[in-house]
């Protein structure tokens, strides 16, 4: 193939890989708890970070292909299931976001190390959109501390009135 890629950088990319799908499937979990609470905002919100998460690992999944590599996708950890309140699931998702922030920086690292420019351009965008994330992350936890666990039907206002969330369609999950 055209990009030669070193094995280091593949290997931390089929990691990610399973970073994002884990990441994905921790968000089911999340909406699927407040789901349960018939929380249907906070859980359309979290939902919709789980398909992001997947489109995610599936621009990880193409880099790898195209580049001629082999996509090894490794075991995903369980996602953590049951919370104690919004308050655990919220900081959970944020603390989340700050490690893959993190495994995002290594990558970049590695990139650099290899004089992989190609790589570099492809990881800028992870680097400008783990940014947004864990902002959002960080100021959803703030609305919900402020809010508190007994009004959370205005947590679901703010996601609402700030374009976080699409206004209810049919449910789907």
Do not use: C
């Amino acid at each position: 193939s055209m990009l030669a890629t070193s094995d280091k950088l593949i290997d931390g990319f089929n990691q990610q890989v399973g970073n994002e799908m884990g990441a994905s499937m921790q968000y089911i979990s999340i909406a699927s708890f407040f789901m349960g609470q018939s929380l249907t905002g906070l859980a359309r919100f979290f939902y919709a970070q789980a398909d992001e998460e997947r489109d995610h690992a599936m621009r990880f999944v193409r880099f790898v292909v195209d580049s001629g590599s082999t996509l090894r996708i490794l075991a995903i950890p369980a996602p953590q299931s049951g919370f104690e309140s919004a308050q655990e699931a919220v900081a959970l998702a944020l603390a989340w976001e700050k490690e893959v922030t993190e495994q995002i920086y290594k990558l970049v690292e590695t990139g650099r190390e290899d004089r992989n420019f190609m790589a570099e351009r492809f990881l800028d965008w992870f680097v400008n959109e783990q940014y947004e994330e864990v902002t959002n992350m960080s100021e959803l936890l703030d609305v919900v501390k402020r809010a508190g666990e007994g009004n959370l039907l205005a947590v679901e206002e703010f996601l609402t009135r700030e374009g976080k969330v699409a206004p209810a369609p049919q449910e789907q999950a």
